[in-house]
């Protein structure tokens, strides 16, 4: 009997990578293959968390720009490398933004059922989880972390300090860790369900 839902996983799951990194983040591998090994769910996109450096030149997503950008904790000489590097070859008077983000997950669901097991697995671990997507094929399902920062770092009337900086970086690389701390767990409670 034809299957629409696992007509449409397999389907998914042999598309290329789009994302602009174009592949799956090393600490949330295990994690997506764990959700795609599972009969009534794949993951559609997934991002384990990074920390950026993002040029502001409007509050519209497609006119920001990446300065740096990382998928792990990060040192004060990558951000300071990088900020000096953009200063040098762009004299610009848009705003520069320190983020640290947290994971995402974006989870086809079979159905309404399984979409409920799995956001109550989630919310052991992760507040934000939710139904973002319902429609007669599928229910697509978001996890978001909890840890995150984002705060300007630069504009045209200020430049932050090398001290605040370090500090900025102390704090993102603290939450960065325990976002990895929560995939993990996620991860067990994954392996151990259903």
């Excluded at 920390?51 to 740096?68: A, D, G, T």
């Excluded at 997507?133 to 599928?138: A, T, W, Y």
Aim: aromatic share 10%; glycine share 4%; charged share 35%.
């Amino acid at each position: 009997m034809f299957d629409p839902f696992n007509k449409e996983k397999s389907d998914f799951l042999k598309k290329k990578d789009k994302s602009k990194k174009g592949s799956i983040d090393r600490d949330i591998v295990k994690l997506v293959n764990g959700v795609n090994s599972k009969n009534d769910y794949y993951a559609t996109s997934s991002c384990a968390g990074r920390i950026v450096l993002q040029e502001v030149k409007s509050r519209k997503k497609n006119e920001c720009s990446w300065i740096f950008a990382k998928h792990d904790k990060v040192k004060f000489s990558e951000i300071i490398e990088s900020l000096k590097k953009h200063q040098k070859n762009k004299k610009t008077k848009h705003e520069i933004w320190f983020k640290q983000q947290p994971l995402i997950l974006h989870i086809a669901c079979r159905n309404l059922e399984s979409a409920k097991i799995f956001l109550d697995l989630s919310r052991k671990i992760f507040r934000r989880a939710g139904i973002i997507g319902l429609n007669e094929r599928k229910i697509t399902i978001e996890i978001i972390g909890s840890e995150h920062l984002e705060t300007v770092v630069k504009d045209k009337h200020f430049v932050a300090d090398e001290k605040y900086l370090k500090q900025l970086i102390k704090y993102a690389n603290r939450n960065f860790e325990e976002n990895k701390r929560k995939i993990k767990k996620f991860f067990r409670n994954l392996k151990a369900f259903c």
